[in-house]
């Protein structure tokens, strides 16, 4: 099947993700990510900002209210049966798996014909359109989660980028704001990364992140 709660429950959780909770429960960190995949949260953080939102829940574009993305899925394969078959069986004969995930966390389909598709309403105001609760390329990250995420920036003692070459805007000018405060700045990634092309002062481990962060929560367990 086609099938967005398939695809997501098979990503299962990551050592690296572990590791950063750990740090966070055990060192009163707080986490901001760019991951959309909710496995900062499987894992059992509390303190995670999710930078550019989840995949799992969907907005209403006029109310704004929020809708499980499973329980949408399981109503739009519902409402579209005849032609989700008909789909299986173009991928079948063109040797496409629809069990291949796409960015956005959709199945792989070969179908350029959507016109019969039946799409749900927003299930609250029975007019509006359910999109992914992601910030995708040309959106804009809301105001408000860029504030708390400068304000736990700005109240920090250091900050620890992981994994990420900061060439995003709305994650690097959080290193700015750092930088602007006098706060010290350690990048974990392996690679050359924004911060060091723009010639900021920062502490650069090049080394991968599983098992750096592993010895790190030794280290500090001991």
Request: glycine share 8%; net charge negative; hydrophobic share 30%.
């Amino acid at each position: 099947q086609i099938d967005y709660h398939d695809t997501t429950r098979s990503i299962g959780r990551n050592n690296a993700k572990n590791d950063d909770v750990r740090l966070e429960q055990e060192q009163h960190l707080s986490i901001i990510t760019q991951n959309v995949d909710g496995l900062h949260r499987r894992a059992g953080s509390i303190r995670t900002t999710e930078l550019h939102g989840r995949t799992d829940r969907l907005k209403c574009m006029n109310c704004g209210s929020y809708r499980s993305r499973q329980e949408f899925h399981s109503e739009l394969e519902g409402l579209n049966h005849d032609w989700l078959q008909q789909a299986l069986k173009e991928n079948t004969a063109t040797n496409e798996s629809a069990s291949m995930q796409r960015p956005d966390g959709d199945g792989h389909v070969t179908s350029e014909n959507y016109n019969d598709v039946l799409v749900p309403s927003c299930t609250q105001c029975g007019v509006g359109f359910m999109k992914p609760d992601v910030v995708f390329f040309g959106d804009t990250v809301p105001r408000h989660r860029v504030e708390r995420c400068r304000a736990a920036v700005q109240a920090s003692d250091g900050l620890l980028c992981i994994g990420s070459s900061l060439a995003v805007l709305s994650a690097f000018r959080f290193v700015r704001t750092a930088v602007d405060e006098g706060i010290p700045i350690a990048i974990l990634n392996v690679g050359e990364t924004r911060a060091e092309v723009e010639g900021l002062n920062t502490t650069k481990i090049e080394s991968p992140i599983g098992p750096t962060l592993s010895a790190c929560l030794s280290h500090f367990s001991n």
